[in-house]
């Protein structure tokens, strides 16, 4: 397990904050979806945002979900991520191809166009805590900085990045979050501001070799950071054949009777992971009878 989450507190608690690598997550990400660079990278840094994210909610069954909708080739990209460091997602098209932005990068931002970001929370209660923003450059990290400032009234710096090898592996992915809490003084936050501009980007410093609690280190380091614990951070779906069945089931008995009539199997699959699942006709049978007992 090489990826991992860290949170850290800065500024006598003013200033919080998170910093993750995910190689090995964006990689497994990649491989399940057969996504192309450019989705890739999309998906990768939403994946990242979700690991820390996630991080963030206290309670050991909170679940959130960052949904995107965007009129650009990709479509939609889905994250969801526990506060475990288990995350899972997902893009509508994974073969986005387009050529490198003006600056040579992968075009994160023309892949995703304009659109609408959706966070939702699962905490446990009555109904979930959603908030939405609209999309500023696509790039996902700006997306969630205005995210944060606009819908949840936090103000923050989102910086995420992954880096392609040129034979379609992961080289490079992380990221870091850092948060202003009410009444900080402005000194602090024309500092940390300074800080931000100086910074490189996170795929240049991890290319570099730096860790994680470098990059706060790099940020933060004049600031009475304080790295408070951290957390490991991996591509986990969780679906099982079961649970599959159990989602069939709830689509009724009229849809089960259909497919019993109409086929000789069926074939589901998971969105978040792409296992595929296979339901032979007695299989059918015996979940439409589970069907009629729970009427
Ligand atoms: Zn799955």
Known sequence: MNDYVIRALAADGYIRAYAATSRDTVEEAKKRHNTYPVATAALGRLLTAGG???????????????????????????????????????????????????????????????????????????????????????????????????????????????????DNTVRQAGGFIIQLMPNID????????EKLNACEPVTKMLDKGMTPED??????????????????????????????????????????????LSEESIEVVCHFCNERYEFSKDELKQMLKAAKKSR
């Open 186 to 193: 402005d000194h602090t936050i024309d500092v940390l501001e």
């Open 215 to 260: 990059i706060l280190q790099s940020i933060l380091g004049d600031m009475q950071l304080e790295f408070i614990d951290k957390q490991g951070l991996r591509f986990t779906c969780g679906c099982s054949k079961e649970k599959i069945s159990k989602a069939v089931i709830s689509l009724g008995e009229k849809e089960l009777t259909d497919m019993i």
């Open 52 to 166: 820390m994210m996630g991080y963030m909610m206290k309670g050991d069954r909170d679940l959130m979900t960052i949904q995107i909708q965007c009129d650009g080739p990709i479509g939609s990209l889905t994250v969801t991520a526990d506060s475990h460091g288990n995350v899972k997602g997902y893009v509508h098209n994974p073969a986005v191809d387009l050529p490198p932005s003006p600056k040579g990068k992968l075009d994160v931002g023309k892949a995703l166009g304009n659109g609408m970001l959706r966070v939702i929370r699962d905490l446990g209660m009555k109904e979930p805590y959603t908030g939405q923003s609209k999309l500023v450059t696509g790039e996902i990290g700006d997306d969630l900085t205005y995210y944060f400032s606009a819908s949840e009234q936090t103000p923050s710096s989102v910086g995420l990045g992954v880096l392609m090898n040129k």
